[in-house]
């Protein structure tokens, strides 16, 4: 094989192993298995969605966002969601998480750097709310897997003005 | 609006010396949504923004207040403006932009361009137009008829008979007072807005907003994850206050156990954090003396201000507000208010305590919006079940900061105001 097919195998076996992993996590989320997904991150592993005025690389030290958890508030959110307590999503709604577009933009130090596409539909009590947006995942692969490091939810409607509130998992 | 309506609907607030009814008309009646935009948004003052939003000359903002769009904006000589962002030519909106900076703003429609401090300047084929033609300021963007400011806080008002904003705030001006007072350089909006909504009556948020008593059963889940969460508490327990302010503003004034940036420490923040939140709070009392610097840093206050302003300066401070759109929708748009000098690590700390709390993602806001809506869709029952309660702590020589009397000094402003068009 020459150079650059080898490339090009390596490359759609990454990004197939990526689209497997991510996949899954859609699914764990959708099936509201929420523990098992969050065993998917790492022990530093943080999940934000800022605030859709501010430049999609903002800092959540410095400008507001919607989420911005560091792996305890992340397990607190499960645990939150998990309870029938958590009002706003008992009884829980149903999800669908659709994810497209998934690209490798870079791999460093061990560290891929994935962006993707998602549409999100949540409905409850007779209303259907839709999420949409782009995911910028940082990834470190773990065996024949990966394991989450950060995933940010860059979301392209007009603040949350449709939806209201994002009390499931994006 | 058909007389016979507002005969059906009775009288909207219903008082007696020891309970006090809201009648469940006033969150589903369309025309009781008209005359609150005729006599309450149309007339008292609205927050528009804050003087740190537009820094310098030619800065602006364009933000909906009362349904119309207006545009916030320095002029080349430093002072703030507002302007209905409407061509006085056919009334395309002048600036699509969200925010920036301008030197002038043009209507893409027909060309017609304007400085920023409103005044038209130049017009596309000008020589078609007769001489003299801008003299009386006809062709200038049309400022909104009142515009004032207190401790940077800017509001508008439609209304050119509306009283001056110092007295409009009342016992309110007091408390912006103690919440500016926590730093000796004024206070910014940090970047970035939380804008939502919720599908249920604007006065529902209004109640929700300083509302202490549904805390333990609605927010469980916040304090559970307060109690796992090590060293998140002081030893402080939740009480205080709550306090009539006039024409429709209210506060409760409580102490809390969650840690405040300024200034109530907590275990989590590390012997760091402890030095850092000990020079501030020795700062406020060399700058402000012990009485003062311990109300500042150690009390939370819960502020609204009528009809639609509040400051909640609790484990950050958030500033809050909010339009109908329909009786049964209001749009929301949310801030975080901080001191200017603040340190990184203590902007870090309460941005970290805002989304704890506050917010659409947060742990407690999606159940306030679940509330709200599911009390909304309770309206549908208004005929059979038409009334709301509102009278706990009634017959309390200082009601608790978990009573209602704050929502009783709402309801009865809100009632004085609306009830000349619904009830006769």
Redo the contacts between chains.
Sequence with gaps: MSGIAENLNEAAVLRIQVEDFLSREMELLDQWRLPEWLELFTEDGRYEIPVTDVDPDASPERALFYVADDRFRLGERVARLMKKTAHSEYPRSRTRHMISNIHVISEDEGTLEVRACFHVFRTKAGVTDQYFGSYRYKLIPDGESFRVREKRCLLDSDGLRQQGRISIIL | MGKTAFLQRGPLVDVSSTRFRVSRHAFVDREVLEAEYAEIFDRCWLYVGHTSEIPKAGDFITRTVSRRSVLFVRDKRGEVRAFLNTCPHRGAQVCRA??GNAKSFQCFYHGWVFGPDGRLRSQSDEESYASGFNDQGAGNLVPVPRLASYRDFWFVSFNPDVENLEDYLAGAKDYIDVICDQSSEGMEI??????????ANWKLLTENSIDGYHAST?H??YF??MK??VGSLASVSLEGKAFDLGNGHSVLEYSAPWGRPVAQWIPAWGEEGREEIDSIYARLKERLGEERAERIARKNRNLFIFPNLVINDIMAVTVRTFFPHEPDYM?VNG??LAPRDES?SA??YR??N???FL???G?A???D???LEQCQRGYASVHEAPWNDISKGMTKEQPAYDDELQMRAFWRHWHESVRTLVEE
């Design positions: 969200r925010s940090v970047e970035g807005c939380q804008e939502y909504s919720i599908r609605t469980a889940t559970d994850y796992n969460s749009q801030w975080a990184a902007r870090k941005l970290f805002f989304l704890e917010g659409p993602g742990f806001t999606p159940d919006v679940e509330a």
